[in-house]
């Protein structure tokens, strides 16, 4: 019995790891979008991927401008910016699963709004 559980224990060590490497991956494609100086709407494929990975809604969820205006400019139908929003919760999910510790720009954007927060209270 204790072997099983072993056997069970490295698996689930090996399943998190990972787990922590996709959401490393993840953070990392966010983190050349976010930070590169190219137009993400320029291009359908290009919106398209931003859409998934960065998002091209407001913060709380809410439709933006840009989100109107890439779905007018691209002809991008309803029910592919659902499909687009979907993956997007999910690649967010995976990024929101990386420790602290293994995600310096996730510490440092919380320092930066702890610092915010500060200042103006």
Same mark, same amino acid.
């Given at each position: 019995? =204790?072997?099983?559980? %072993?056997?069970?224990?490295? %698996?689930?060590?090996?399943?998190?790891?990972?787990?922590? !490497?996709?959401?490393?991956?993840?953070? =990392?494609?966010?983190?050349?979008?976010?930070? /590169? =100086? *190219?137009?993400?709407?320029?291009?359908? *494929?290009?919106?398209?991927?931003? /859409?998934?990975?960065? /998002?091209?809604?407001?913060?709380? /969820?809410? %439709?933006?401008?840009?989100? !109107?205006?890439?779905?007018?400019?691209?002809?991008?139908?309803?029910?592919?910016?659902?499909?687009?929003?979907?993956?997007?919760?999910?690649?967010?999910?995976? @990024?929101?699963?990386? $420790?602290?510790?293994?995600? $310096?720009?996730?510490?440092? @954007?919380? @320092?930066?709004?702890?610092? !915010?927060?500060?200042?103006?209270?």
């Amino acid at each position: 019995m =204790s072997d099983e559980i %072993e056997t069970l224990r490295r %698996e689930l060590e090996d399943k998190t790891a990972e787990c922590h !490497r996709l959401a490393q991956a993840f953070e =990392s494609i966010h983190n050349a979008i976010v930070f /590169g =100086s *190219k137009d993400w709407a320029v291009y359908s *494929k290009d919106a398209w991927i931003y /859409g998934i990975v960065v /998002g091209w809604d407001e913060d709380d /969820g809410s %439709e933006s401008e840009a989100t !109107r205006e890439i779905c007018h400019r691209h002809k991008i139908k309803p029910e592919d910016l659902a499909r687009m929003r979907s993956m997007h919760r999910v690649v967010t999910a995976a @990024r929101e699963a990386l $420790p602290e510790d293994m995600c $310096p720009i996730k510490m440092a @954007r919380e @320092r930066q709004d702890a610092d !915010r927060n500060t200042t103006t209270n």
